[in-house]
């Protein structure tokens, strides 16, 4: 990890490369031809320029060694520039995820400091055109070349699709069937048989480049395969995801943060029906404050699991990882949509960007597994802990909140732990009634799951700030104060959602007959959480407040 000092410079240093590189005019003119601004994508992954890329390399090889904490911050920021050009970037730190994780010390040594030395551009070569969610399907071969008895290289054949730096990139990690199974290769351009095609005309993210592969019969040394052991792939690409989410993660937050952050000063200034639309609370709480709390819960959630990777916590935390993915991208979507609204026609026009933005952060809930992937990955683990436990789980976590309640009464805990308590009801009846045998009830499950859980841990940062135990480097842009109110409005929503949408989906699938409905609504704690969203007006008005700068910050908050 670094110092929160360097992260502080490194942060510095990105925004104002963006202002002065990549002002507005300047994205815009990219966007509309389609362009990859390549020498910029350099200039940022140089190690005697901006060296993002430095981040994430461990320093015996040259790196600053960057922990999961400093690569969401820098993803956040870049993200907030302009997602096409954060993708450019990602894609290195993808394409060697491969090596960090499966490498040999040898293999790590040579890519990870040439990373670090030369600023190599990687590429993620994993989906083909038949194999996208499902990577099991994949056709990409390598064919293991024997001399004297032994593997010298591997001849790989095959197709890859949606490759980001595809076109640009020095080298390329590769999946490939080998006779063991998947497994990871470095194939550097130019080599004989490998060729890309023209960038795809894509919806957003027009400034990153991305392309197709093809391989054909396209030679490399034994030593390109990584770890040396064939039939690792899928394992290795796993081992990864909990960490390599959290950073799309990011890009949601980056993207409906910088979407909302054009979107709160234009309502400050557009006069309608005789005052700025600031000023209205229909406009505030519907398109900014909602999107607020939404974005907010889904950072807390990756600012707990960064923080937990970082700190060696065991197993991958891929469910974890999933449910930031999920909520960050899910949330910076609806908060860059709210945002054309609140800027109404003037929103709809290139000029303004939020409709760039709009279309940009609509791939984060398509790469690295979709949304629907990452509910079905989430509900599946979970499930695990709901029958271990033999429905007792999320009654444990909510009795954990009820506790947390008990010290901070403001923090939304209370509301957090009905959410979860419903939830565990839910999961039961589900499992009862043998509800997950529809794939769409174990899917909204895992939506269930990631708003319970995201309200439960806002609550938990919430308690955390008011009592100045967060960690340093975590986003302070709201107060405790404020940060309070945000858990409330948001603990609101998921206790509600979770019971009234589990209640459906139970109902929907057959799992009660009437008569039994009015048993379960009791036992999923609707009464009560329907009582605890008194108070959501006021809250919702204290953060348009707070957003419009209508209050004045607490000390702690300018500290
Ligand atoms: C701009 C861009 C950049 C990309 N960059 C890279 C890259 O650098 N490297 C790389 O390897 N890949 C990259 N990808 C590929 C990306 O990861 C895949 O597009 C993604 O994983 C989805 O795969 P797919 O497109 O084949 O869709 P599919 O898997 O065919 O999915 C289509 C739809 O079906 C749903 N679905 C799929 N399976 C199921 C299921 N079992 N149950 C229910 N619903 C399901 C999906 O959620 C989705 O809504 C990129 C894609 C894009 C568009």
Redesign the pocket.
């Given at each position: 990890m670094i110092a929160a000092k360097t992260l502080k410079l490194s942060l510095k240093s990105l925004k104002d490369f963006a202002k002065k590189r990549l002002p507005d005019e300047v994205l815009r003119e990219l966007d509309d031809k389609d362009e990859c601004p390549q020498e910029i994508v350099r200039h940022m992954c140089s190690p005697d320029k901006l060296g993002i890329q430095l981040l994430f390399i461990p320093e015996e090889f040259g790196g600053m060694g960057g922990g999961t904490f400093d690569v969401y911050c820098i993803c956040e920021e870049m993200a907030r520039i302009d997602l096409g050009v954060a993708?450019a970037v990602l894609?290195t730190f993808?394409?060697s995820d491969p090596i960090t994780v499966g490498a040999t010390p040898e293999q790590k040594k040579l890519w990870l400091t040439r990373i670090a030395e030369e600023g190599m551009l990687f590429?993620?070569?994993?989906?083909e055109p038949e194999?996208?969610?499902?990577l099991g399907a994949l056709r990409t071969t390598a064919e293991p070349v024997i001399e004297n008895g032994l593997t010298a290289g591997y001849r790989i054949t095959g197709n890859?699709?949606?490759?980001?730096?595809?076109g640009i990139a020095d080298a390329y990690t590769i999946?490939a069937s080998t006779p063991s199974g998947p497994s990871w290769f470095v194939v550097e351009k130019g080599a004989k048989g490998f060729t890309h095609d023209e960038p795809?005309d894509?919806h957003?993210?027009r400034l990153?480049n991305?392309a197709a592969l093809a391989l054909d019969n396209v030679y490399v040394d034994a030593d390109r395969l990584l770890g040396g052991v064939e039939g690792q792939g899928l394992n290795q690409a796993q081992a990864v995801f909990g960490y390599t989410r959290l950073m799309v993660a990011a890009f949601g937050l980056g993207g409906g943060w910088a979407a909302l952050d054009r979107a709160i000063p234009y309502s400050t200034k557009r006069i309608q029906a005789g005052a700025p639309l600031s000023e209205k609370q229909g406009y505030t709480h519907k398109l900014i404050v909602s999107n607020v709390a939404r974005l907010e819960a889904a950072r807390s959630y990756i600012e707990e699991t960064a923080e937990r990777i970082d700190a060696g916590v065991e197993g991958s935390l891929n469910t974890e990882g999933a449910i930031a993915k999920y909520m960050a991208t899910e949330a910076g979507n609806a908060a860059a949509e709210a945002s054309i609204q609140a800027l109404g026609g003037y929103g709809y026009t290139h000029e303004y960007m939020v409709e760039k933005i709009s279309r940009d952060v609509r791939?984060t809930t398509?790469?690295?597994?979709?949304?629907?992937?990452m509910e079905?990955t989430i509900s599946r683990d979970r499930w695990q802990s709901h029958l271990k436990t033999r429905g007792q789980h999320y009654h444990e976590r909510a009795r954990e909140f009820e506790a947390l309640h008990a010290r901070h009464t403001n923090v939304g805990a209370c509301t957090a732990a009905l959410a979860l308590h419903a939830l565990a009801e839910v999961m039961e009846k589900a499992r009862v009634a043998r509800l997950t045998r529809h794939?769409h009830i174990l899917?909204r499950l895992g939506e269930l799951i990631a708003y319970a859980e995201c309200a439960g841990s806002l609550s938990r940062r919430a308690a955390l700030l008011a009592e100045g135990k967060l960690n340093e480097k975590a986003n302070r842009r709201f107060d405790a104060t404020a940060l309070a109110a945000i858990s409330r409005v948001f603990a609101r929503d998921a206790a509600l959602k979770v019971a009234e949408e589990g209640l459906r989906w139970v109902t929907g699938a057959g799992g009660i007959n009437e008569a039994e409905i009015a048993g379960f609504e009791t036992s999923l704690g609707l009464p009560a959480i329907h009582r605890a969203q008194a108070g959501l007006i006021s809250d919702m008005d204290y953060i348009a407040d707070v957003l419009y700068g209508r209050v004045a910050k607490s000390v702690e908050a300018a500290a």
């Open positions: 993708t894609a993808l394409g590429a993620y070569g994993a989906t194999a996208g969610s499902d890859k699709q949606w490759i980001s730096n595809g999946l795809e894509k957003g993210i990153s991305t791939i398509i790469y690295e597994g979709t949304s629907e992937i079905m794939q899917l």
